[in-house]
């Protein structure tokens, strides 16, 4: 199971390539280090005879010998070994000699054992590099070095390099078990909180250490998405709970309706009457039902409409110019103030039904104070927002009913003898968020108690 | 949904409609939902029409480019082939036959992108068939429109678009500018039932649904200006179903 998670694996693969690299590392540089010390070898071999050579001609066999005889006895001396051509040895600190070592002039190709006179017999047989000639006179000289010191050296170096390595293993060892196993350990409580939630419980949230890594960010954006599902999940509960409630008035409205001219029409005038109202009454729903889709199609977002530059002045006069009869007809005195060539990006048709909206509000809510009913639409822009404002002297919407009366299907009490489905200004709301823009409601007269009025904004940035 | 008993207030306006002219509307219905085409086709044959029916996105491309029709009305939705890829192949075969798209998808951008494939107009689905028809009829005679005419004339109702002036019987009628294209738009189609949402989209071109029934009150202004000092009616009512203008003969 634990070899199983991905942690694992990729540790396992970086281990087996440091391991790999750490192994041609030790390797190259102990060879390196050995080829140094032949190289230094061969030199000091190579200077030796140059001078034995030296002693030779100026003072021949016999200033040869004690040469020999004098450096032999030196403490860590080179080996030196002065054959007759028969083979005698004549002088020297050499005891012994691996057979047929002194018969080839030049470098010996390979490593020699030897025997050594020496104070200390313990180890009688070395081995060595050396370098032989031939003396005019037929003897051959040996002058060489012990390998006993590069052979150390390297195993020296071997030893601490690789003990350096066994350290760092070891050391990534422990790192990744604690580290690693820290991760795996989050990783575990993140899978476990999200099956949680998988299972249902949406509270649910990732852990977060505070430590505000990857980790913590992960489970933050997770967390945010968490709490955006909730809170839509919430919104859709809240939303086909109001419709189950708000469409079952209607629709029971429609049955009742339907039953009663079953049961008491008398002629083809009374169910011509049920029929028609009842095609009524289903339109209504119908356009509750656009109305919601509407709703969700703009709260769905950016996508979903299209977005251009528009006239918003020009929009405005439409609206006013749409229900300037309407308000007459109420006994509402309808005026504008509009800023003329207001330009904003946005949807036409969407800003056009949101003012509509708000309009047909103001004059449904200020016409029970007719003859002094007043409604006033205007638009002006500061410096980088443009609102629409739609103002009316009605009954307006205490200050605490404000946040609510944009909700889907809320109705203030004063109003469930009005006309309405209680969509209008949630649809506003939800365009102004469309245009990232805002829906606010202030009291047009805040001073008059009975009839403050309400005063809605559209406010666009621009 | 889409099985709304043909209103009985239609009743009177299909025949009256019937009886207006000769040659019978063809009319092409591309509809896979079987009941909802029963419907349609009943109720178009009832209002005088004749009309084909093809029941998925094929068959109904095949008739529309072996046949010819006045009308076609076709669902956005539809088996093997979708109703805004046949308008726009028929669009690319210069077959130009009016098309109404009828679909459930009714949200404004969704209007625009039908009329942008090469449909002539666009209808929500759950329609009313008032309003189907109206927008039928509309299309039907778009084709010896008047576009081209410059005085308009009903009865004794005369509107000159070029000077933008309107008479009766004589008599100048000053109209406010919207009243005028609001008058102009009936004018153009007179005899044939309007509904509201036909007027608020082609004299005010706007798409969205009015909460209150606006155009009720503009229409009576209207005709309270048209018909004032005059006996005879000209704007008529047409019951669950929107407005026509004509003489009464």
Request: hydrophobic share 40%; proline share 3%; with cysteine.
């Amino acid at each position: 199971m634990v070899l199983r998670t991905t942690a694992v694996r990729l540790s396992a693969l970086y281990f087996a390539l440091f391991l790999i690299c750490a192994l041609v590392l030790v390797f190259y540089i102990s060879g390196l280090t050995s080829r140094i010390m032949i190289d230094q070898t061969q030199e000091v071999v190579h200077e030796e005879l140059e001078l034995l050579g030296r002693a030779y001609r100026t003072g021949g066999v016999t200033l040869l010998i004690s040469y020999i005889d004098r450096r032999s006895r030196q403490p860590g001396a080179n080996l030196y070994l002065i054959a007759a051509p028969n083979g005698q040895v004549i002088a020297g600190n050499v005891e012994s000699i691996q057979t047929g070592v002194l018969d080839k002039q030049g470098w010996t190709e390979t490593a020699f054992t030897y025997g050594r006179f020496t104070q200390t017999p313990e180890t009688p047989i070395h081995t060595a590099l050396a370098e032989v000639i031939l003396l005019p006179n037929g003897m051959r000289l040996l002058v060489g070095r012990d390998l006993r010191e590069p052979t150390q050296f390297r195993t020296l170096v071997r030893g601490s390099l690789a003990l350096a390595l066994g350290m760092m293993v070891a050391g990534a060892l422990v790192i990744w078990f604690f580290l690693g196993r820290r991760a795996l350990r989050r990783i575990e409580r993140m899978s476990r909180a999200s099956e949680k939630i998988l299972a249902g419980d949406l509270s649910q949230r990732l852990p977060i250490q505070g430590s505000n890594d990857e980790f913590d960010r992960l489970s933050e954006s997770l967390n945010a998405i968490m709490a955006r599902i909730e809170s839509l999940n919430e919104g859709l509960r809240q939303v086909s709970d109001n419709i189950a409630h708000d469409l079952k008035t209607p629709l029971t409205r429609l049955r009742n309706r339907a039953e009663a001219a079953m049961a008491s029409g008398e002629d083809i005038e009374d169910f011509r009457t049920a029929l028609e109202q009842m095609v009524e009454e289903s339109d209504q729903l119908i356009r509750t039902f656009n109305a919601l889709l509407m709703i969700s199609r703009v709260e769905a977002g950016s996508s979903a409409a299209e977005i251009g530059r528009l006239d918003l002045s020009q929009i405005a006069h439409d609206v006013t110019e749409l229900y300037e009869p309407v308000a007459e007809e109420a006994g509402v005195a309808l005026s504008a103030e509009i800023e003329d060539g207001v330009e904003i990006e946005g949807n036409r048709e969407l800003i056009g039904q949101g003012i509509s909206n708000l309009v047909d509000n103001a004059i449904k809510y200020s016409a029970v104070r007719k003859p002094e009913a007043r409604v006033a639409i205007s638009l002006e822009t500061a410096e980088n927002t443009v609102v629409v404002t739609v103002a009316d002297n009605g009954s307006g919407i205490p200050e605490e009913d404000r946040a609510e009366v944009v909700k889907r299907f809320v109705r203030l009490d004063k109003s469930r003898n009005l006309a309405g489905n209680g969509l209008g200004l949630s649809l506003v709301e939800a365009i102004m968020s469309l245009h990232r823009g805002k829906l606010e409601f202030g009291s047009a007269d805040p001073d008059d108690e009975k009839w403050p009025g309400l005063c809605a904004r559209m406010i666009f940035r621009r | 949904m889409s099985t709304q008993p043909v209103s009985c207030a239609l009743s009177k306006f299909i025949l009256e409609r019937g009886a207006l002219n000769g040659a019978p509307m063809k009319i092409l219905i591309v509809e896979d939902d079987l009941e909802a085409a029963a419907y349609l086709t009943k109720a178009l044959n009832e209002a005088g029409m004749v009309t084909d029916h093809a029941s998925d996105g094929d068959i109904g491309f095949y008739m529309a480019t072996e046949n010819s029709y006045d009308v076609m009305v076709i669902d956005r939705m539809l088996p093997k082939r979708d109703g805004l890829s046949i308008v726009s192949a028929l669009r690319e075969k210069s077959i130009d036959t009016p098309v109404l798209i009828l679909s459930a998808l009714g949200q404004v951008d969704d209007r625009v992108t039908g009329l942008r494939a090469g449909g002539d107009d666009y209808l929500p689905k759950p329609y009313s068939f008032s309003e189907l028809l109206a927008r039928v009829e509309v299309l039907g005679r778009r084709k010896g429109t008047r576009d081209n005419d410059t005085v308009y004339r009903v009865g004794e109702l005369e509107l000159d678009r070029l000077a933008h002036e309107v008479h009766r019987g004589g008599q100048k009628i000053l109209l406010q500018p919207r009243e005028f294209r609001l008058l102009e738009y009936l004018m153009k189609h007179a005899g044939q039932v309007v509904t509201r949402t036909m007027l608020l989209e082609n004299v005010w071109d706007y798409h969205f649904d009015p909460q209150t029934n606006v155009i009720d009150v503009h229409i009576s202004r209207l005709r309270s200006k048209i018909e004032r000092d005059f006996d005879t009616p000209l704007l008529h009512t047409v019951r669950g179903a929107g407005y026509i203008l004509k003489a009464e003969s």
